[in-house]
């Protein structure tokens, strides 16, 4: 049974537990598993030896999480050779269909809709909706956590140049 941290996030006010350990820098980042928007399983080890970024989002098909996606994927070329993972529990077609029509074909999606693995082992798992929470982690090439932002509530973005400063700093780690 993961941890639960009650009040931790907010929808519309109202307080929500999210369950799993909240992740510091320095922590061993989790394995998880997901579908890709192509259905194929992607783990945190399909990158290994990456610097990533791992978004964490409601729905793809929300204002403020489109929001998010569409400046990340903007701004993706400011770290390059790092990937961009945003996660959330909609279906990998609804991801597809998203991309397709925002030919953001510079950022990777996975679909946590099966077993909510990254939502619990990142910490973002919403227990009363079964959604993700908003969040950003960039991992290093040593699968640790370099970089870790829990939004409190679920109109938050996350401090994109913060995120895009710790992915360039890890990057550029020998």
């Excluded at 639960?4 to 320095?26: S, Y």
């Excluded at 925002?102 to 082992?121: C, I, K, P, Q």
């Excluded at 913060?162 to 990057?171: Q, Y």
């Amino acid at each position: 049974m993961p941890a639960e941290r009650p009040n931790a996030f907010t929808i519309a006010g109202n307080p929500l537990t999210l369950l799993g350990k909240e992740l510091r820098p320095g922590d061993p980042a989790p394995d998880f598993r997901i579908l890709s928007k192509d259905l194929q399983p992607v783990t945190r080890s399909s990158s290994a030896g990456r610097t990533r970024v791992f978004l964490s989002v409601s729905s793809i098909d929300t204002p403020v999480c489109e929001t998010e996606a569409l400046e990340f994927s903007r701004r993706a070329g400011e770290i390059p050779g790092v990937e961009i993972l945003i996660v959330s529990v909609d279906q990998p077609f609804a991801q597809q269909r998203w991309c397709r029509d925002r030919a953001a074909d510079n950022l990777s999606f996975g679909s946590d809709h099966r077993d909510v693995s990254f939502g619990e082992a990142y910490g973002v798992l919403v227990k009363e909706t079964r959604t993700l929470s908003r969040a950003a982690f960039v991992v290093g090439r040593d699968d640790r956590i370099v970089f870790a932002q829990y939004l409190p509530d679920i109109d938050d973005l996350p401090d994109y140049d913060a995120v895009l400063l710790a992915a360039r700093e890890a990057a550029g780690a020998a």
